[in-house]
């Protein structure tokens, strides 16, 4: 009989323990709500603190809690999220995982809010790398992005100096790599970039991009590498990028090198040149803030096959998506915190935490103080200024044409791309095995996916 | 019919839970994954059709699939020789009493107490061609010309990832070798060395002989173990670079993960489940004839 007592309190105790393990948040009447970000270094994640506290003390009926996936286990836990069914109520995330989302049928339309940040309809920069790259054919906005990051040559203006080398004379990639075999000669590794089998894929996309090349075409979104002339100017990105790690240019090791790297690498004087999206600037601010003033950008220099000087640029955002689920109960929150941090503070906030990489796509926010009230942002108001009216012109992403397809959420979540740049470059694969590996996963992945590989007929 | 008694209704009772545990965790995702090697199924996409024997036959045309078996075999055999080597030759240095043994063995113990990720971060870490102590030494000491990028050369990257298996695993084996070198008999010993043999003709004529079927029955179990090693090569290299590290549990994981293409990735595991199934079948067979 007191065994059969102490079973019943037990089991009380323990269903006492669940109702109140899942429901203290509720029971103070608060509304709970959650992000994941693949934006996870310490900088992001005080920045993101900051915004929330100065949330929730506005609204105290309302917690935020974030949870940080790094982009190398994002797929993989967004899957077994799906799967499970247990997934936040927004992300911040770069445009590919939206894409990757929505043709998840994972993600809510942002129209409504997206109305409410920027009424007229003007705030936001025009370009391929703003809000269009979130916006299906259909009209519907599926992120808004908070920031965006465009790739150039980054680049030790004190070496360049030295060596009495203008920046502005290097415009082809035959010029800059004579300035990379002279740097070479001075003893300096010429190039850091991300050639890690996660990472690879993005320089394939960046250097075709220079050379004037894009995946798929801009109005319909058909697949153009079946085109001579614009697989060829995929070839001649291939060739350029063997032809620099093959003649010493880029630094040992290089193969797994992910951003951190060559970021880090930049920061410490191991490189002269990177290929990077300005993550650099946060990197030394924090290793080696001396090596801020050496540090400027240039467009990328044009391809052999590319026309137009400055030549395409890729560019990623990050962007807010709001979960579908999520939406229906939780709607008047999750808005209000979006419109919170589309405030000019808390963007400026949020870019300070990764400063010139993350740079702000609402006018207001450009124009505002409050953005350049960061120090070392300030420090590169040219730089930005730079990229803002060289390079964002042009920029875009692979895949992103046309606006988010589902190839696109593909190219940055699976390794065939980078499988081939690295086998090029490291395994002595033939330019023409390497290209047939290219095209073959490519229409492989079109066709899985029902891609229209000759375009959308509307 | 026999009626159980109460006791035996209460044994089987307690056995209800394990019972469970096994038909939930063990036979039905292992059923579920012999029948979906027999499915086209993306797991994006959600699309599922019936493909036969399709995913088994386009297996065996698939290089990348041969490429990774090639791999797993060399991982295997080389981790196995390495660990059987390194942890025999340990194992006669640690199979004698003097002061402070226990403390000795159990250090020797260490690499394979540490959990996983932490061998993995720190053997990256130290092979890091840029920051890495072991090619910092091997410069120091002109023993290399520069920095050596153990983990970024494809020629190195498997056999560095071989070396941390074997430094990992070779505890477990020199335990089990130290248990059995003490069961040998001194007198064997004895005698050979009233007969004048050397160390060398003790260990080649009377500690390997005595040891041969222990040693096969070990060695069978790890290559089980060492062919489905997954999270320490995952955590070194995630199969790169250019492929170099690229194992089978590593590609069915990319076939899964990667590209969703579940039924394609069960395949390939069911191939892997079939070779170790051949295995088991000797190691059984062994310990059948050792009992």
């Known amino acids: 009989m007191k065994k059969r007592g102490t079973l019943v309190v037990f089991i009380l105790l323990i269903s006492v323990l669940a109702v109140f393990a899942n429901g203290t948040n509720e029971s103070e009447g608060k509304t709970h709500l959650t992000f994941w970000t693949a934006l996870t270094t310490t900088a992001d994640q005080q920045a993101h603190q900051k915004i929330i506290e100065a949330f929730q003390a506005e609204n105290p009926d309302i917690e935020v809690t974030v949870e940080y996936v790094s982009h190398k286990d994002w797929y993989t836990r967004m899957m077994t999220s799906v799967t499970s069914g247990d997934y936040p109520d927004m992300v911040l995330c770069d445009q590919s995982e939206v894409a990757w989302m929505y043709y998840q049928g994972m993600l809510a339309p942002m129209n409504d809010v997206l109305s409410a940040i920027d009424p007229t309809g003007t705030d936001f920069v025009s370009g391929k790398a703003s809000i269009d790259s979130c916006r299906t054919r259909d009209g519907n906005v599926w992120g808004i992005p908070f920031s965006m990051n465009i790739n150039a040559i980054w680049y030790r203006a004190d070496i360049l100096d030295d060596l009495g080398i203008d920046p502005d004379s290097i415009r082809t990639w035959d010029d800059l790599y004579e300035v990379c075999e002279l740097v070479k000669g001075q003893g300096y590794t010429a190039m850091g970039m991300a050639l890690a089998r996660e990472a690879a894929y993005q320089q394939l996309c960046i250097w075709s991009n220079a050379n004037g090349c894009n995946f798929f075409d801009e109005e319909n979104g058909a697949y153009l590498l079946d085109i001579p002339s614009e697989r060829k100017k995929v070839e001649d990105a291939l060739l350029y990028l063997k032809k620099l790690n093959d003649n010493g240019m880029m630094p040992a090791g290089v193969s797994n090198w992910m951003w951190v790297d060559y970021r880090t690498a930049m920061a410490n004087g191991e490189v002269v040149f990177t290929s990077s999206w300005g993550g650099d600037i946060g990197v030394a601010s924090e290793v080696n803030p001396d090596m801020l003033e050496n540090l400027s950008v240039m467009v990328h220099p044009v391809g052999p096959d590319g026309e137009e000087y400055p030549p395409y640029h890729d560019a990623g955002i990050w962007a807010w998506s709001i979960t579908a689920g999520a939406y229906e109960t939780k709607k008047e929150a999750i808005d209000k915190w979006i419109e919170f941090f589309f405030e000019p503070e808390n963007i400026s906030i949020a870019c300070a935490a990764r400063p010139v990489y993350n740079l702000p796509l609402q006018k207001s926010v450009l124009e505002s103080d409050v953005f350049y009230s960061d120090p070392i942002t300030e420090m590169f108001k040219d730089e930005i200024e730079y990229l803002f009216e060289y390079a964002l012109p042009t920029a875009r992403r692979v895949g992103f044409e046309a606006g988010p397809s589902i190839v696109a959420g593909q190219i940055s979540s699976q390794l065939f791309l980078s499988d081939a740049v690295q086998n090029y470059l490291f395994n002595n694969w033939s330019l023409e095995e390497t290209m047939e590996y290219i095209d073959s996963n490519m229409k492989d992945v079109m066709e899985e996916f029902n891609y229209p590989i000759d375009g959308y007929n509307e | ?291």
């Open chain 2, 1 to 291: 019919m026999r009626r159980l008694t109460r006791e035996a209704k209460i044994g089987y009772l307690f056995l209800l839970p394990s019972i469970a545990v096994f038909l939930c965790f063990v036979l039905y995702p292992f059923i579920y994954t012999i029948v979906l090697s027999f499915f086209d199924y993306n797991w994006f996409t959600k699309k599922t059709l019936f493909n036969g024997i399709g995913n088994y036959i386009s297996l065996f045309s698939d290089q990348t699939f041969w490429a990774a078996l090639g791999r797993t075999i060399f991982y295997t055999i080389g981790t196995l020789a390495g660990q059987c080597i390194l942890a025999f030759g340990i194992a006669l240095l640690l199979n004698k009493e003097y002061a402070g043994i226990g403390i000795i063995r159990s250090i020797f113990l260490l690499p394979w107490i540490l959990p996983t990720v932490v061998t993995a971060l720190a053997w990256r870490m130290m092979l890091h061609e840029r920051w890495g102590v072991i090619t910092y030494l091997l410069e120091l000491f002109n023993i290399t010309d520069g920095r050596v990028a153990f983990l970024a050369d494809t020629a190195l990257a498997l056999p560095s990832v071989m070396a941390v298996s074997i430094w990992r695993g070779f505890p477990l084996l020199m335990v089990s070798f130290i248990a059995a070198l003490q069961s040998v008999p001194k007198e064997l010993y004895e005698a050979a060395i009233i007969d004048g043999a050397s160390w060398f003709n003790q260990l080649f004529h009377i500690t390997l002989p005595y040891l041969r079927k222990l040693i096969a029955i070990i060695v069978l179990f790890r290559t089980i173990w060492v062919f489905n090693d997954y999270d320490l090569v995952w955590l070194m290299t995630r199969g790169g670079p250019a492929f170099a590290t690229e194992t089978l549990p590593i590609y069915v994981y990319q076939r899964s993960f990667g590209a969703y293409k579940f039924g394609e990735a069960t395949s390939i595991a069911m191939v892997i489940f079939f070779f170790l199934v051949v295995m088991s079948g000797f190691y059984f067979k062994l310990i059948e004839k050792e009992d």
